[in-house]
C-alpha cells in the first residue's frame, strides 16, 4: 500500500492533493484516534493507497508513517523550490552533513530505488510540454519516516505550485506507482542499487542511468554534499559511518561516482561496496548478476574489457569459455570489424575487449546452443569478403585469393605509378603498345590459421 503525504503548509502538496482526489475513486473514513492536523479527521483510501494530511510540513514529520494503516512506502506531494523555472522532480530524504531542513544530521530515510525510478518514468509521461523532469540529490529530512519513502514535487516557485496543469501530472505519477515495490528484486544477494557519488545538485549521470537502464538510484551525494559531510563529521571513522549508513538506507551494494575521488573510492571499498562505473551499469542491464560475477571471475571484470552479448539477457543456462586463434579473430576484424561485432553480440554471451570495449581479442563466452566451430564459421564468412576461397582442412582454416604481385609487373616493364593502381584493380593495362590483363601479374596467396 502507498501512502501519501499532503501538507497543509504546502501550497502545492494540497494542490496536487485536490487533483489526486479528483483522478481516484476514494472512500472517506474518519481517524478519531489522532488529531486532524496530524494524519487523523478525514481519512481516503482508493486501491492500492491511502491519503492523509499534516499541517506541518512535511521536513518535520518524523516517524510520518506511523498515521497510515501498514504502508509498503510512502510519498510525500511536495513543492520544489529553486531557480529551475518549470521542473517534476524526485528525491530520497536525509543528510549527509548537518540536518539544517529537517531530520538528524549524517543520517539518512529509508530509500525506495525501484519506486523512485519508476516515478521518474511516470512524471516524464504525464509532464505538461513545458516542464522539465529530473531527479535531486539527498538534501533535506525527514529521516526517519517508517517505511521506504522519497519526496514527488512540483516547482520551482509560485506560479508553478498553482498551475493546476503541473499538480494533476504529479498526481497521476504517484497513482501510477500503486503497487511499484520499493526495490529491485534481490540477486545474487544483491539488488541493482546504486548509491551515487558527485556532481551537482540535479543528478543528471544518475537521472539518465534510472532512464536508460534497469538500475536504480539510492541516495545522491551531490559534491556539496560530499563537501557537507567533510565539514560535519569530525574524523574519517565517523565519515565512513555516514556513508555506511547511505548505503545501508538505499539497501545497495553498489556505488557509482561521477568523477575521480580515489579518496573515497578507497574508503567505500574498505567498506565492502563495489564502486562501479557507468559502461558496468549500461552493460549489465538485464544481464543476471549471478551471471556477471561468473563471467567476470571467469574472464575478466567489465571494468577491464569484458562485454556482454544479447543472449546475456535473463540467461540461467550453462555456459563454455571459447578461446579464439589471435590471428584469425585479428584478420576477420580487419576485414570486417562490424560483422565480427554485430555476430558476437547476437550469439555470444559475453567476450572480452580492449581500447574502451572497441577491439575485440576474446576469449568468447558461448551459451548451451553454441560451439567454437559457429565462431570459426561467423569468422570464416567475414574472410570471404575478401578471399577467393576460405576452406577447413586438417583442422585450419586455409584461405586463398588471387593478388597483384608487383615484382611481375616489374619484370614484364611496366612502370609503377597509375599502371600498378589499375592492375591491383583488375583492370588491363598497355605496355609498349600491346594490352596485358591482369591475371597475368597475379599470384595466389595462401593464409593458414591453426584451429
Not at 148 to 165: K, L, N, Y
Not at 166 to 192: F, H, K, S, W, Y
Not at 442 to 449: A, G, H, S, V, Y
Request: overall charge negative; charged content about 30%; glycine content about 10%.
Amino acid at each position: 500500500m502507498l501512502a501519501i503525504v499532503v501538507s497543509r503548509a504546502d501550497e502545492a502538496s494540497t494542490h496536487i492533493g485536490e487533483h489526486l482526489l479528483e483522478l481516484a475513486p476514494w472512500t472517506e473514513t474518519t481517524d478519531e484516534d489522532r488529531a486532524d492536523g496530524e494524519g487523523g479527521g478525514t481519512v481516503y483510501r482508493t486501491d492500492g493507497a491511502e491519503l492523509r494530511e499534516f499541517d506541518a510540513l512535511h521536513l518535520e514529520l518524523d516517524g510520518v508513517a506511523d498515521a497510515f494503516d501498514d504502508p509498503d512506502c510512502l510519498v510525500f506531494a511536495s513543492r520544489h523550490a529553486g531557480e529551475t523555472d518549470e521542473l517534476l522532480t524526485a528525491h530520497h530524504a536525509g543528510n549527509f552533513g548537518a540536518a539544517e531542513f529537517g531530520g538528524e544530521g549524517g543520517h539518512f530515510a529509508r530509500a525506495c530505488p525501484s519506486t523512485h525510478r519508476a516515478v521518474v518514468h511516470a512524471l516524464t509521461d504525464h509532464a505538461p510540454e513545458e516542464y522539465e523532469v529530473g531527479m535531486e540529490c539527498t538534501h533535506h529530512g525527514p529521516t526517519e519516516v517508517g517505511v521506504p519513502s522519497m519526496f514527488v514535487e512540483v516547482g520551482s516557485a509560485e506560479p508553478q505550485w498553482r498551475d493546476p496543469d503541473a499538480a494533476r501530472a504529479v498526481a497521476q505519477a504517484i497513482l501510477d506507482i500503486r503497487g511499484v515495490p520499493a526495490d529491485a528484486p534481490r540477486e545474487n544477494g544483491t539488488r541493482r542499487h546504486l548509491v551515487g557519488f558527485g556532481g551537482g545538485h540535479y543528478a543528471p549521470r544518475f537521472e539518465r542511468v534510472i532512464r536508460e537502464t534497469d538500475w536504480s538510484v539510492g541516495h545522491v551525494a551531490a559534491d556539496w554534499s560530499l563537501d557537507a559531510l567533510e565539514e560535519w563529521a569530525d574524523d574519517e571513522t565517523e565519515r565512513a559511518a555516514v556513508l555506511d549508513r547511505a548505503f545501508d538506507a538505499s539497501v545497495a551494494d553498489y556505488a557509482l561516482l561521477e568523477d575521480d575521488r580515489p579518496a573515497l573510492v578507497e574508503t567505500l571499498t574498505a567498506l565492502g561496496y563495489r564502486v562501479v562505473d557507468e559502461t558496468f551499469v549500461r552493460e549489465t542491464s538485464g544481464v543476471p548478476l549471478d551471471l556477471v560475477e561468473a563471467l567476470e571471475g571467469a574472464v575478466t571484470p567489465v571494468g577491464d574489457g569484458l562485454r556482454f552479448g544479447d543472449p546475456a539477457t535473463e540467461y540461467a543456462g550453462e555456459w563454455t569459455v571459447v578461446d579464439l586463434p589471435g590471428d584469425l579473430l585479428s584478420e576477420a576484424t580487419g576485414i570486417d570489424e562490424a560483422a565480427v561485432r554485430s555476430w558476437l553480440d547476437g550469439h555470444a554471451l559475453a567476450f572480452d575487449t580492449e581500447q574502451n570495449g572497441t577491439v575485440v581479442t576474446g576469449p568468447v563466452v558461448l551459451p548451451a546452443d553454441r560451439s567454437h566451430d559457429d565462431v570459426v564459421t561467423a569468422l570464416a564468412d567475414v574472410l570471404r569478403q575478401r578471399y577467393d576461397s576460405v576452406e577447413r582442412d586438417s583442422g585450419q582454416l586455409v584461405a586463398r585469393e588471387e593478388r597483384f604481385d608487383p615484382d611481375l609487373a616489374r619484370t614484364a616493364g611496366v612502370p609503377e605509378g597509375p599502371k600498378f593502381g589499375k592492375l591491383s584493380a583488375g583492370k588491363p593495362v598497355e605496355v609498349d603498345g600491346e594490352e596485358i590483363g591482369p591475371e597475368r601479374f597475379q599470384r595466389e596467396r595462401i593464409r593458414r590459421f591453426t584451429l
